[in-house]
């Protein structure tokens, strides 16, 4: 996939794409020396653990190990496959890419999954053809009074990809299959169900508004849908989780509100479509939505990136007071200040969007929104109220709930700021003092980690393998030391881990080719994300090893080398079914490599 340069697509999008600007647009970066740091966005990370080297163009973790070139960050990132992230790119640089040709069926996938390119482009097909019901001059007229009457303007009808499902089973369905989109790919996207009784399927969105969801870079990855008759429930509608839709951590608007929450560095969070149409159309474009769930650490993990501060917007009713209190959840596990806004305190709107329709709404919205206050202090003041009135032995039992309640979310290890601060809120309303407050907080449980998730690295100490391994990625020119033997012995150590084993046979192929599989040419030859995060996390601990020396790192592999080789044929003597075959053997490695005489018998007199 090269063009009249000579240059593969890949080597031109790389060159126009620098790392610090691209990461930078996605985690807050400072400099430090020669390297910048940040939040590691792939860990829960809260003190800044992930570097990125414009010299080398790459980033890594040292504490999760993730790393790679600017290619394995929008993929890991953005949960993209290598073409994804390779037209990500080139749209952002302004590169224009070879025309791509598929083989086969675009919705097949060669390992027996549904491919997730597919998936993005059934979900376009789907908009485009909800787009075109909605302009339909018949069958899009209810959808069209629909949004007249809520008052949204056409530019955010464009701005938001609005569009309408006819009132019948299968339309989508049959235009997709008229287009030679399978019914296999538009049930992984929860386009269309199966029939139970009957073969066939039929469409999840009918004679409905319909709400585009939008990933971080703009593909549409889910759909919601707002009833156009009161008889059809429910009222919304979403599209169930896919392989790219994951309900928990995705909001409403965010590929539109990116900017301005990058600007403001703060993000307004609400609920329901219209509430964030709304919202953007008054002038308030940092709003985003949850999807019918309270905010969560995967909504705040998403948002860390881009701001400093997150304003809930709640009712005051029932509803949202639990929401805000499932929220504190998240204030204990996130770096992010969340702060709770109640409309009602300033109006009688019941939400932005009636608000905003308001004479003035505008302006009263934006006065809602600065008397915020810190989610911590929007709970204890509800505690002040509730307790007001009551006899010790009551306000007894509400302190030890809410202390047992803090003490599972992790308030004994909470950051030392926020933990003194709920200790002097309760020693206020409860008339104690902080410290014996402070000493009858409970200790929360260890929870298990789930058994998928990712485990941290047992050990910060490197094999023989690795370490010759991350040497000959800081100078390539070393790979061609190794001998058939040491390729042997190399495999006869074992591998950390699959991915090393598959960097090696990388390199391999490099070197055959004729080329030093430093860390440089590796990172320009592999597409696979795990591989390329693993050479450089090897590279870089070997550099932090040698002190970014080439003579230091020379001698490292130089005595890893001599290692290798001295295990073996150690292991070889060991194999040899004659003692005094073994004996000689061990004294040839001793003559060959050094070692400790006293480890064999003394030769016989002559």
């Not at 073409?83 to 590169?95: D, F, H, I, T």
């Not at 050479?535 to 601990?541: F, I, N, Y």
């Amino acid at each position: 996939m090269a063009n009249s340069s000579g240059m593969s697509d890949w080597d031109r999008v790389r060159d126009a794409s620098d790392i610090v600007r691209v990461v930078g647009e996605h985690v807050s970066l400072r400099p430090k020396g020669r390297e910048y740091v940040g939040l590691c966005p792939f860990h829960d990370d809260h003190n800044p653990s992930m570097g990125v080297v414009p010299a080398k163009q790459i980033f890594h973790c040292f504490v999760c190990g993730t790393g790679g070139d600017v290619f394995t960050f929008v993929r890991k990132f953005h949960k993209m496959d290598p073409r994804e992230a390779l037209e990500y790119l080139a749209e952002r640089a302004g590169v224009a890419l070879t025309p791509y040709r598929a083989g086969g069926d675009p919705s097949a996938d060669r390992t027996n999954t549904i491919d997730r390119r597919a998936m993005v482009d059934a979900n376009a097909f789907a908009a485009s053809f909800y787009r075109s019901i909605l302009t339909h001059p018949e069958i899009g007229r209810q959808a069209r009074d629909i949004i007249a009457e809520r008052g949204i303007h056409p530019d955010m009808v464009e701005r938001f990809h609005l569009g309408a499902a006819p009132d019948r089973w299968d339309s989508l369905a049959l235009k997709a299959r008229a287009a030679g989109l399978s019914e296999q790919l538009l049930i992984a996207c929860g386009l269309v169900k199966a029939r139970e009784q009957n073969s066939g399927v039929y469409d999840v969105l009918r004679n409905r508004l319909i709400f585009p969801i939008h990933d971080q870079v703009g593909r549409i990855i889910a759909f919601g849908g707002r009833r156009l008759q009161e008889q059809d429930n429910p009222k919304y509608l979403n599209s169930p989780e896919t392989r790219l839709f994951d309900k928990s951590s995705t909001l409403y608007g965010l590929f539109q509100a990116t900017s301005a929450v990058r600007r403001t560095r703060t993000a307004i969070i609400t609920e329901g479509y219209t509430d964030v149409i709304a919202c953007h159309q008054a002038g308030f474009d940092n709003t985003l939505g949850t999807l019918g769930t309270a905010l969560t650490a995967g909504h705040v993990r998403t948002l860390r990136e881009r701001c400093d501060t997150v304003i809930l917007l709640f009712d005051a009713d029932e509803a949202g007071l639990r929401a805000a209190d499932r929220a504190v959840e998240v204030f204990f596990s996130e770096t992010i200040d969340i702060r709770v806004c109640t409309l009602r305190d300033h109006t009688d709107a019941k939400d932005p969007d009636e608000l905003l329709k308001q004479p003035g709404g505008a302006e009263c919205f934006a006065r809602a929104l600065a008397a915020s206050v810190d989610l911590l202090e929007f709970r204890y003041r509800r505690l002040e109220l509730q307790t007001a009135d009551l006899g010790p032995a009551a306000r007894q039992r509400i302190l030890e709930g809410e202390l047992q309640r803090l003490g599972e979310l992790g308030l004994a290890s909470a950051n030392p700021v926020r933990k003194a601060f709920i200790i002097k809120r309760l020693s206020q309303i409860m008339g104690l003092s902080p410290e014996l407050i402070a000493r009858v907080i409970p200790v929360a449980r260890k929870i298990p980690a789930a058994p998928d998730a990712t485990p941290a690295r047992a050990s910060s100490l490197l094999g023989l393998v690795e370490h010759l391994v991350g040497c000959a990625l800081s100078q390539g020119e070393l790979w061609a030391e190794l001998t058939d033997d040491d390729h042997d012995a190399l495999k006869a150590e074992g591998y950390a881990s699959p991915e090393v084993a598959r960097l090696t046979d990388h390199m391999n192929e490099l070197h055959f080719d004729g080329v030093a599989p430093g860390l440089d040419a590796l990172l320009r030859a592999v597409e696979d994300a795990d591989v390329v995060s693993a050479a450089v996390d090897l590279h870089r601990r070997i550099e932090r090893q040698t002190e970014t020396s080439p003579a230091r790192n020379r001698e490292l592999w130089a005595s890893c080398l001599l290692t290798l080789r001295r295990r073996a044929v150690d292991r070889a003597a060991a194999a040899l079914p004659d003692p005094l075959a073994r004996i000689q053997s061990r004294r040839l490695l001793h003559t060959s490599y050094g070692g400790n005489p006293k480890a064999l018998p003394r030769p016989p007199r002559a």
